[in-house]
């Protein structure tokens, strides 16, 4: 394939319309915009099997900087298949959402954002008695994290991956500058200019796949936003202190080369989480994007860990 070819792709999988792609991999999908409770219209997306009905619902949140039309699709298409109906959204600032791009000002906000489209999609009568899990990459599992917090018997279970309940300090400001960034973020919370190496490139190892992912036209290329960063280190800083509160089933999987988000604060999240069921997984070798930036082999890997874990419970 060569570089022409790679501008000219439109989706993650290649230039197949997506309603006949989605016919090929066996699954129906829709898509939709959703209005928050503070009006904002979101972008949402479903993935739910063809022809049997849902065996759960799967409710799913991206990570920074992405969105839920690229590369995130291969794992709900994946859950699809497997009888599950899996919902997400871009998040404010991301995607086709509204919002200045990768602008998070306040993750409260994001967090009724996502009960408030996931309880609309529970509230579906041909969905009614289903049990609902959490499913988060990156800051998508912080978000999961805190939405379990804010709502501890709202979801039966909660899929993990590379959550960042702690930015590792591989591209975490070092001192001073979070006490700078902090204080500027007072005035210019929307500058485009805290210093931080390309988490693309510290996340996906797959040259090829570096190169797919760098193609999604909704991804948000540019520096973090001081407000995005400084609210990202409080809600991170906060979830480290609040594992113990954490009660719900869950599986966290975690890469042991991952440099954008900390396997050690997700050990952490699992010996000190008061849930009876708990699993963790470390990938030894495996870095940040675990479910596309892999060899297709490491990814298999994850997915199925994940699947057996669901099929065990579900």
């Not at 298949?81 to 959402?97: I, K, V």
């Not at 190892?205 to 609210?231: D, Q, S």
Request: proline share 7%; hydrophobic share 40%; net charge negative.
């Amino acid at each position: 394939m060569d570089e022409t070819d790679h501008q000219n792709r439109p989706y993650f999988w290649g230039n197949t319309p997506e309603e006949e792609y989605y016919n090929l991999q066996g699954i129906k999908s829709s898509k939709s915009l959703f209005t928050s409770t503070r009006g904002l219209s979101l972008f949402t997306r479903s993935w739910q099997p063809l022809s049997t009905p849902p065996r759960a619902l799967i409710c799913m949140v991206h990570g920074y900087g992405n969105d839920i039309s690229w590369t995130f699709q291969a794992t709900p298409i994946f859950l699809a298949q497997m009888g599950f109906a899996c919902f997400a959204l871009d998040l404010q600032g991301h995607g086709q959402s509204e919002g200045l791009k990768a602008y998070v000002p306040n993750v409260d906000l994001v967090v009724e954002d996502c009960v408030s489209f996931f309880n609309s999609i529970k509230q579906d009568v041909s969905f009614h008695g289903l049990p609902s899990i959490l499913y988060g990459e990156s800051m998508g599992g912080a978000i999961c994290l805190l939405i379990h917090l804010s709502n501890p018997n709202s979801f039966q279970g909660a899929i993990l991956v590379a959550p960042m309940c702690k930015i590792s300090d591989n591209v975490r400001p070092r001192w001073p500058i979070p006490q700078i960034l902090t204080f500027l973020a007072r005035f210019f919370p929307t500058l485009p200019i805290v210093p931080t190496p390309d988490i693309l490139d510290k996340s996906v190892k797959v040259p090829e796949k570096k190169i797919i992912a760098a193609m999604n036209p909704l991804r948000y290329k540019g520096k973090p936003r001081l407000g995005t960063v400084v609210e990202l280190l409080r809600i991170t800083d906060y979830l480290s202190q609040k594992l113990g509160e954490v009660k719900l089933p869950f599986i966290v999987l975690h890469g042991s080369a991952d440099a954008v988000t900390d396997p050690d604060v997700s050990r952490a999240l699992y010996e000190e989480a008061k849930s009876e069921d708990k699993t963790i997984k470390i990938y030894y070798g495996m870095m940040h994007s675990l479910l596309f930036g892999e060899t297709d082999e490491n990814v298999d890997i994850v997915r199925r860990e994940i699947l057996s874990w669901l099929n065990d419970r579900f």
